[in-house]
């Protein structure tokens, strides 16, 4: 299997894999869109055919379970409840587990329990939470799907869940029906395929094959389809076999090839595809189900799918639609004409249907009737007001918000028919304009050199003085003007809006909800706020670690909250937006807030405040960020894994954000994060410090004062300065630096917050402002805090970027094993 | 600054386009950067050394464990710079008579090619030996080298020690980040 083929599987997959958990996560409030569960049903569809063609039976298979439950739910013979949709998450979770592990090179089986907990859905009500037999019993073991074997003789082991129930016996709803493969031609260029003939199925399966027992209203008996690869099919990865064994599956088949493209022999290539096939299908499946056999076929894939009814079974049996294309013997020399006879033929019973082309009429067919169902719906709703515009498709004003929002989905769908047409509608996300997918690692290439290329065009600016270079400065503003362009553009590829890194909360707390016992409501705001790709991705883990933590330390159980006065459902607030030039992400929960006083007598056993600290001061609330530092002393499942808060403060550190928490007993916690918007790139102020250069950004500094003739102030033995009458502790970086020369007469200072309070940092001078790209310092200076990467400067010369926060927190823990060391040598002075 | 270096390694192989040809002949003999360092002569695979500098003005590193000598622009791209004499136990002497460059050594972090640089004392010569000539390396007498030498290379009535340059690197990242792996 060629590997790039493999990472675009696995890249759809994933894709999907997340489209397939938004739409379970939402089910249980939209189950009356129809044109939604659809697009659920779609993208596990999606998972399994591709999950076939690259050969990953196992995906193939448990996706095929998951796909048979949903497509119960979107015909309404299974009711969605709770435990189903935590069953299909399950399911998808495991599946997820699969894809990533089939990346890797491993294969992981679904455990037997989940699939028989997957097929007890697919049962009729009454014959559900029983015991599963073994299928093998009447019909024989499987059916051969895509991947045989995965069904077979699996549902032995009892579902824990259902360990309670009394075990009764039953043998699954079934009926039979054989797959014909029998030639129609016989002369000897027509192939009989049989299912299981292509490399993706067990090669053993049974020609017999279950379908579930369904209503057939006025469903098409079977379906004519003519599919004509393209030339290219095979070096795309794909089998066409896979398709036929797909439709073979789906009823009874009869399959035609068409030999007529095939060269001669000295002009073959066996690297291409010559054939087209006919196939009758006999199924009562509605034609979606038959086009989703074709959603992977590709775009070069020509195919054409004709229903017939059930009065005309006679035409079916007669050999006059299969003949109807005529087969001419492949002549040498007129090797054209039969295939243009065939398309001939085709344009007789219809316009030939490319992928783009049918698809496009059926998304045309699909929106306008959406759009007319949901103006019937905003006409119900608005039983009672103003009148309807007529239905073809003007937006009546004033329409409920929740039916315009319908409205205005299926109108965006509508607009954005062009990237409909692609391969998987699934995939797509109501985006208009054209999108491709690019290698982050050029990218953040790309981000780099734009910033440096900034730096090069500002140098150049230099220029603008020297006299004669007068007729270069239209250039040189020019240039300027464009590198920041570019520059800007290019960060802004970056961005991503919060709402990836979001959409995964609504899942996680739902399943710390189900763990915990705790009835939780969640509301996200702001997730259109657009932040740094890096910065989403690294927030995940420490944002999950957050509300895991509000979960199972801030909510109360339902009980405690009534008892508290508080509604049963806890609320959990997921926040972001812009402060300054900043992004803030808040995570709010109306529990029942820190404990102070548990965490002051915690903070002054470990040594981390002094001991007659208040529990009121604000600083206390900051000291859960310190390593180690945990108030619960049990450890629970949702969290207190013995991983500190310290984790999440590092994280956000990395990212040079800060983490800050608010706490007011009895009504809730607030974490807040403040990140910048992107990494690549920081406005910092160049200092001099013992006469090298360093970058500040200027996001940690609040103010810079000249610290002149007047001696700082001593506070405690502390090295203190006073700004406009408030006394400043001051961090001093020669000393910090271990610098030999002596401190010049004049130093200035930069005043920065830390822990919600100003601290002075002493440099040697300022030199002005730069914008910086940041780089990564390089291996085994990872725990550098101090500084948080490096820059070139113009001159070309390195400068290191500091991180003023790490440095008043190094400083401040130096001064603490100072006066440690003072008490413990003076111990008269701790009593 | 640092981009007026004399030597340059560029024999690195960019292209396939010798390995039909020399196919036999690359797989038994290889081609060393020979390098000094406190007197001894080491030779390191010409495969790992993406170019050799002179040394340039380093920035250093306030807080940086003694072994890095600093950080260096190598064409845009920052670059730590680690003196090979810390490892080897052997004195930072600045006024030991050396003219020092800096081997650009490309080397694997995670899933990550990295390059590094690390200060020898002088770099003398580019030598190919066949891969047999390389014998084990004795069990004793090399001192703190021991650890990175993985064998020896006779060459004019003297012997060159084979650099396990890996080794070093492992070893640098322990010094520099004690206790905590990465």
Known sequence: MDDRFLDMFFEEARELLMVLEEGLMEMESRQEDRAFLDKVFRSAHSIKGAAGMVGLSNVAGLTDKIETVLDKIRSKQVPIDSDIISTLLEARDLLSVQVDSAANGEIT??????????EQFTKPPS??????????????????????????????????????????????????????????????????????SSNQSGGEAPPEILIPAEPAAELPIGYR?????????????????????ELAELGEAILRVDPSHIPTLDTIDPQLNYLAWEIELRTKEPMDRIKDVFLFVGEDCRFEINPFFANSTSEYDSQSVLNAPQIIEPESGTSLLPGLAIFENLVKSGPIPNDSQSNLAETETRTTSSINASLEQSRSVRAAGSEVTDNTGLLPGGLLPASADALSKVVRSASSRAAWTGASGAVNKNTATPRIRVDAAQLDDLVGLAGELAVLADNLQGIREISGAESYRLALESLERVTRQVRDQSLELRMVPVEELFSRFPRLIRDLADKSGKEIQLRMDGQETRLDRTIVERLAEPMIHLIRNSVDHGLESPEEREAAGKPRQGRIVLWAGHEGDRVALKIEDDGCGLNRQRIVEKGIAKGLVPPNTSADDPRVVSLIFEPGFSTRDTVSELSGRGVGLDVVRDAVRALRGSVSVQSEPGRGTCFTFRLPLTLALIDGLLVEVAHEKYVVPLSQVEECVALGGTRPALSSGRMCVSVRDELVPLVNLRKLFEAKSPNPRRQEILLTRHGGQRVGVSVDKLLGRVQAVIQSLGEGLGHLGRFSGATILGDGAVSLILDLTAIVAESRAAEIRADLARALSKPEVIS | MLENNPVSMSSRPFGSSIATDTHSESERAQSYVIFQLGGEYYALEVLRVQE??????????PGSPNSLRGVLNLRGHVVPVWDLRIPFGLPVDSSIARAPCVLMVESNFGDQVRVTGLL??????????????????????????????RGLIRWEESFLLVLDVDRVFISLMNMANPGGGF
């Open chain 2, 52 to 61: 050799v500098l002179d040394m340039g003005a380093l920035t250093h590193v």
């Open chain 1, 127 to 196: 014959q559900r939470v029983q015991m599963v037999e073994n299928t093998s019993s009447g019909a024989g073991p499987a059916k051969p799907t895509a991947a045989a074997g995965k069904v077979s003789t699996s549902v032995t082991s009892f579902p824990e869940t259902m360990a309670t129930e009394p075990p009764t016996t039953t043998k699954k709803p079934k009926r039979k029906r054989r797959v014909k493969s029998r030639p129609t031609d016989s002369s000897a260029a027509s192939l009989p395929v049989e299912p299981g």
């Open chain 1, 109 to 118: 089986e679904a455990p037997e329990a989940l699939i028989a907990r997957l």
């Open chain 2, 120 to 149: 020898v004392d002088r770099v003398s010569d580019v030598l190919e030996f066949p891969n047999e000539s390389i014998q084990p390396s004795p069990p004793m007498g090399l001192g703190k080298a021991a650890s990175y030498v």
């Open chain 1, 225 to 245: 389809i003519r599919f004509a690869p393209g030339r290219d099919i095979l070096k795309r990865g794909m089998n066409p076999l896979g398709v036929l064994d």
